[in-house]
């Protein structure tokens, strides 16, 4: 037979129940509050993070302005601006890299900047160097009216071209300049061939027959024979697609041919040009000799300057840009 409390004992009743319930509701808005509200952990921990990378920032504040009065030590004006800090080596340029260069001459490009690519990196043998990826000015050759003109225009045409080339030399980036298609060696970032050809006049190969040219007593012609300097920078341009910039250019490059009829040859004097999207043109003549002994002189022929610069890999920084557009070109300071 059951006691009579048995029955009771079983269970919870409703109202310990209800307060149960209550206190665990009280416990989560507690546990809530705590976690997410106005100075729950969240909010600080989010707090402790800003004040961890403002503190970050005020060391590195302060640090560049002890590295900039330690650079001043020697009696130099102090500057509280932290120094320029370069976002990539010099040495990390790759061939084909769009570089922003400071001509120095303020009719040029925007206010004297031009931007150029990356002919060869530092990596290779012939230094940093950098082209015009446009052409920075239009050159005449070819113009005279007696042969000895024609001649000089002709035999000259690599150094003139170096000579335009070395206007946009800024002494404090740049080493040299050259025009494009002359030798690219450098010694010490200068171009030490640049001018080279081959020292030695073409003659005139003909048949018995040939009239010479009027006042002629020898088939020796007085020009300069043909160079392949240019192939040097050729290659290397179409490698990185540099060569086509839809103008035409000169290339320091002399180029003699014969001219429709195989009984003579040597007797067409051009120098080489990259004609749009042609490729390499040799028959931009500065004077030529007819079968029948008449001498021309080439007519007018004007074309682009683009001008390779050796940079100053030791000196330079590139300081913003990402260097793969003409929009977002890579800026370089001193």
């Given at each position: 037979?059951?006691?009579?409390n048995?029955?009771?004992?079983k269970?919870?009743t409703?109202?310990?129940?209800?307060i149960?319930?209550?206190?665990l509701?009280?416990l989560?808005?507690?546990?809530?509050?705590?976690?997410?509200?106005?100075?729950?952990i969240?909010?600080?921990?989010?707090?402790?993070?800003?004040n961890?990378?403002?503190?970050?920032?005020?060391?590195?504040?302060?640090?560049d302005?002890?590295?900039?009065?330690i650079?001043?030590?020697?009696?130099?004006?102090?500057?509280?601006?932290?120094?320029i800090?370069?976002?990539?080596?010099?040495?990390?340029?790759?061939?084909?890299?769009?570089i922003?260069?400071?001509?120095?001459?303020?009719?040029?490009?925007?206010?004297?900047?031009?931007?150029c690519?990356?002919?060869?990196?530092?990596?290779?043998?012939?230094g940093?160097?950098?082209?015009?990826?446009?052409?920075?000015k239009?050159?005449?050759?070819?113009?005279?009216n007696?042969?000895?003109?024609g001649?000089s225009?002709?035999?000259?045409?690599?150094?003139?071209?170096n000579?335009?080339?070395?206007?946009?030399?800024?002494?404090?980036?740049?080493y040299?300049?050259?025009?494009?298609?002359?030798?690219?060696t450098?010694?010490?970032?200068i171009?030490?061939?640049?001018?080279?050809?081959?020292?030695?006049?073409g003659?005139?190969?003909?048949?018995?027959?040939?009239?010479?040219?009027?006042?002629?007593?020898s088939r020796d012609?007085?020009?300069?024979?043909?160079?392949t300097?240019y192939?040097?920078?050729?290659?290397?341009?179409?490698k990185?697609?540099?060569?086509?910039?839809?103008q035409?250019?000169?290339?320091?490059?002399?180029?003699?041919?014969?001219?429709?009829?195989?009984?003579?040859?040597?007797?067409?004097?051009?120098v080489?040009?990259?004609l749009?999207?042609?490729?390499?043109?040799?028959?931009?003549y500065?004077?030529?000799?007819?079968?029948?002994?008449?001498?021309?002189?080439?007519?007018?022929?004007?074309?682009?300057?683009?001008?390779?610069?050796?940079?100053?890999?030791?000196?330079?920084?590139?300081?913003?840009?990402?260097g793969?557009?003409?929009?977002?070109?890579?800026?370089?300071?001193?």
């Open positions: 037979m059951k006691e009579p048995e029955e009771k004992q269970g919870i409703l109202i310990a129940l209800v149960t319930i209550i206190i509701l009280i989560v808005g507690v546990t809530i509050n705590l976690t997410i509200g106005e100075h729950g969240f909010n600080i921990a989010k707090e402790a993070g800003k961890y990378i403002n503190a970050q920032e005020y060391e590195k504040t302060e640090i302005k002890l590295y900039n009065k650079q001043n030590i020697n009696g130099e004006t102090e500057s509280d601006d932290p120094p800090k370069p976002i990539i080596s010099v040495n990390d340029l790759k061939a084909g890299d769009y922003k260069y400071n001509t120095g001459k303020s009719e040029v490009g925007d206010n004297g900047i031009i931007i690519r990356v002919l060869y990196p530092t990596t290779s043998q012939y940093l160097q950098i082209i015009s990826d446009k052409n920075v239009e050159i005449a050759l070819g113009i005279g007696t042969w000895e003109e001649k225009a002709y035999n000259n045409a690599i150094e003139n071209l000579n335009e080339a070395e206007a946009y030399i800024n002494t404090e980036y740049a040299d300049a050259r025009c494009v298609g002359s030798i690219p450098v010694i010490d970032g171009f030490v061939d640049k001018d080279k050809h081959n020292g030695e006049a003659t005139i190969s003909i048949s018995n027959d040939y009239t010479l040219p009027a006042g002629w007593k012609t007085g020009c300069y024979k043909s160079d300097n192939e040097t920078d050729e290659t290397q341009m179409k990185f697609e540099l060569l086509y910039n839809g035409a250019y000169w290339l320091a490059s002399r180029h003699t041919a014969m001219a429709g009829n195989e009984t003579y040859s040597e007797n067409s004097f051009s080489r040009t990259i749009h999207n042609y490729g390499v043109y040799n028959n931009t500065c004077l030529q000799v007819d079968n029948d002994g008449e001498c021309t002189i080439g007519p007018f022929y004007e074309r682009g300057l683009r001008p390779c610069i050796s940079l100053k890999s030791d000196v330079i920084k590139i300081t913003s840009g990402n793969e557009s003409s929009e977002t070109a890579y800026v370089i300071e001193k």
